[in-house]
């Protein structure tokens, strides 16, 4: 009886045995599904490495509400101007995009040339990373090691050679970031003027951020300059009385004027995809 007994209690003990097993198995599997499922999501990520994709910077020119003719010549601007735009360009640097993290990553060596009386108006960053863009960011100047540089250092097709902008003063060093030139009447006769933003104390950051969009082609962000920007917003600017021409002197009332204008020059207007 006793042996029974010391039978019946082995097999028991057996069965419990198996039954913990059993259950330690379904939860090792169920704990191994769920990570696999974890580093499923993790791939969702951007990918950790850069392409040859381009994301392009698009811009078009407006003036009040409308595509900019530049064959026009008597807008009026909010300062009782009557004018019209004969140049038109941009230097631009520091150029980031913000991820889906919300960090701000800048694109390497990348700088673009605008010139919208002449219909350039894409700039190309290439390489950029794959993945979720949420931001751009972009600066209108030159760091002052590139600004006061070798202008012969660039290659032929660089947007910082001179022989491509157009935007380089030899004779006073470095370079234009943001530059416009036209005709307006000035009390019946007719004048001309130009305002040329230079040297780091003039150079503006641009920022953008908006509804996200995945990166894994050839994508355009675009933007509308409005030239009526700088006629307006805080100050209202005008040619006749304030004056016709900046070259951003170092004491200059009439560019500290002009600059502060341009806060609100560009409109982010959409991403194609």
């Known amino acids: 009886m006793q042996l029974l007994l010391l039978i019946l209690c082995l097999i028991n003990t057996y069965i419990c045995a198996m039954k913990i097993k059993i259950i330690l198995t379904f939860l090792t599997t169920g704990f191994l599904f769920f990570g696999n499922s974890c580093k499923d999501d993790e791939s969702l990520d951007p990918l950790p490495y850069k392409g040859d994709s381009t994301i392009s910077l698009v811009f078009n020119a407006q003036m009040n509400g409308a595509n900019l003719d530049f064959d026009k010549t008597d807008y009026v601007t909010s300062g009782g101007d009557t004018i019209g735009f004969s140049k038109m360009k941009l230097l631009m640097s520091n150029i980031y995009f913000k991820d889906?993290?919300?960090?701000?990553?800048?694109?390497?060596?990348?700088?673009?040339?605008?010139?919208?009386?002449?219909?350039t108006r894409v700039v190309e960053i290439k390489g950029v990373p794959f993945g979720t863009i949420t931001g751009?960011?972009?600066?209108?100047?030159?760091?002052?090691?590139?600004?006061?540089?070798?202008p012969n250092d660039w290659a032929a097709d660089h947007p910082l050679n001179p022989l491509i902008n157009g935007m380089h003063w030899s004779w006073a060093g470095g370079y234009q970031f943001n530059s416009i030139e036209g005709n307006y009447m000035n009390n019946g006769s007719p004048g001309v003027y130009s305002y040329h933003v230079s040297t780091p104390k003039y150079a503006r950051t641009f920022?953008?951020?908006?509804?996200?969009?995945?990166?894994?082609?050839?994508?355009?962000?675009?933007?509308?300059?409005?030239?009526?920007?700088?006629?307006?917003?805080p100050n209202t600017l005008s040619i006749k009385n304030d004056g016709d021409l900046s070259?951003?002197?170092?004491?200059?009332?009439?560019?500290?004027?002009?600059?502060?204008?341009t806060y609100n020059l560009f409109e982010f207007t959409g991403v194609d995809e």
Do not use: C, R
């Open 247 to 261: 070259h951003s002197a170092v004491i200059d009332p009439l560019m500290d004027k002009f600059i502060a204008n």
């Open 207 to 233: 920022t953008f951020t908006f509804t996200d969009f995945m990166h894994d082609a050839d994508e355009s962000i675009n933007f509308n300059l409005n030239a009526d920007e700088y006629f307006k917003d």
């Open 136 to 150: 751009v960011e972009f600066e209108l100047g030159l760091d002052s090691a590139v600004n006061y540089g070798d």
């Open 100 to 119: 889906h993290k919300g960090t701000w990553n800048k694109q390497e060596d990348a700088y673009g040339y605008v010139d919208l009386v002449a219909d």
